[in-house]
């Protein structure tokens, strides 16, 4: 099943690579899609059960679905999960 989702704090390709890199580490996801332009993040999975902790993976990462809170903490976690990202390209 393929999964799209808008989500919060997508600025730059290091957000982006972390992203990419979580969720490809993730049993049960594939084909990871990350686009910064549209902020979206695109992935095959294999159920509801999986996407939904993807979800879950996103938000401890600092990027939240769009429309999820986004206060300081996702901020600050995004901008950890940059610099990260950052640091691996």
Request: charged residues 20%.
């Amino acid at each position: 099943m393929k999964t799209t989702l808008q989500v919060q704090n997508l600025t730059c390709s290091g957000c982006a690579k972390t992203i990419s890199n979580k969720l490809s580490e993730m049993e049960g996801i594939q084909s990871v899609i990350v686009e910064k332009e549209s902020a979206s993040v695109s992935f095959e999975d294999q159920g509801a059960d999986v996407a939904s902790f993807a979800k879950q993976v996103l938000r401890q990462l600092g990027y939240p679905k769009i429309d999820d809170e986004n206060g300081m903490l996702p901020n600050a976690k995004s901008f950890v999960s940059c610099t990260n990202g950052k640091m691996s390209l």
